[in-house]
């Protein structure tokens, strides 16, 4: 149990990093902080509120996209399934319950590792091919960005071409750091380890599902019918066990 002193001098030593870009490297001071705020969050019982500080973060730490092709209602790339945590995916029903929700229950069910074939456009774009939970949507999309505006139209379109590289390595770098702490934070908020699962067959289950996210704050599974995605790579699961480590004891 830490004492007064020492929650304050942590609560200090936060304050700094929190006010900065997340920093990756040797000094996890950085990443710690940044998921203690996310675990209080969670615990706090709101999970758009953890996943938006999270995606926040991940913006202003990004490196620069001077020439980026991605711009509003440019949508090519939102036919692809995208995996998300449970917490991105009651992050995204809550905003969808402050305005006029899709008619997911008529969405075709979609799978983990479908065949380009299968990809369809998402539900939660607006007429104007504009995202319509921008704001709270999940570190996939956050993460995913294009500087080839024809790759994007030939890939996505169909094209038999190998998918391009189209997000740059240390975005890359950035996206799973902050999804090594998002899982961290689940495990710390006392919901275990997270698998993926896709997104918008979770949000259409949370929808459908009475007072689910309060529910799944008090430990029950909303999202159990919803197929899960294929577990994290060991040496992943092993990095957010030592987060997960070096975290509970300051909590």
């Known amino acids: 149990m830490l004492s007064l002193t ?7 030593r936060d304050a700094e990093y929190l006010a900065l870009p997340l920093q990756l490297g040797r000094d996890p001071a950085s990443v710690t902080a940044h998921l203690r705020e996310m675990v209080r969050r969670l615990k706090a019982g709101s999970c758009r509120q953890a996943v938006t500080w999270l995606t926040d973060l991940f913006d202003r730490s990004a490196p620069p996209t001077e020439g980026m092709a991605c711009a509003r209602g440019c949508a090519f790339c939102c036919v692809q399934t995208v995996v998300v945590t449970p917490a991105e995916a009651f992050a995204v029903a809550a905003q969808l319950r402050e305005q006029t929700a899709p008619a997911l229950r008529d969405y075709p069910v979609r799978r983990l590792g479908e065949p380009r074939s299968d990809w369809r456009p998402c539900p939660f774009l607006a007429a104007d091919k504009a995202c319509a939970v921008y704001d709270s949507r999940p570190l996939a999309c956050h993460g995913f960005i294009s500087f080839d505006l024809a790759a994007c139209i030939g890939f996505f379109g ?15 770098r950035l996206l799973l750091a902050c999804r090594k702490m998002l899982c961290a934070a689940h495990i710390l908020a006392g919901h275990g380890e997270p698998q993926g699962h896709e997104l918008t067959g979770a949000v259409a289950a949370i929808l459908a599902t009475p007072d689910a996210e309060a529910r799944w704050h008090r430990g029950e599974n909303v999202l159990k019918a919803v197929p899960m995605g294929p577990s994290l790579p060991p040496a992943v699961q092993q990095e957010i066990r030592q987060m997960v480590a070096l975290v509970a004891p300051t909590l």
């Open 6 to 12: 020492d929650r304050q001098a942590i609560a200090r």
């Open 158 to 172: 169909g094209s038999d071409a190998a998918a391009p590289d189209f997000t740059p390595p240390e975005r890359q």
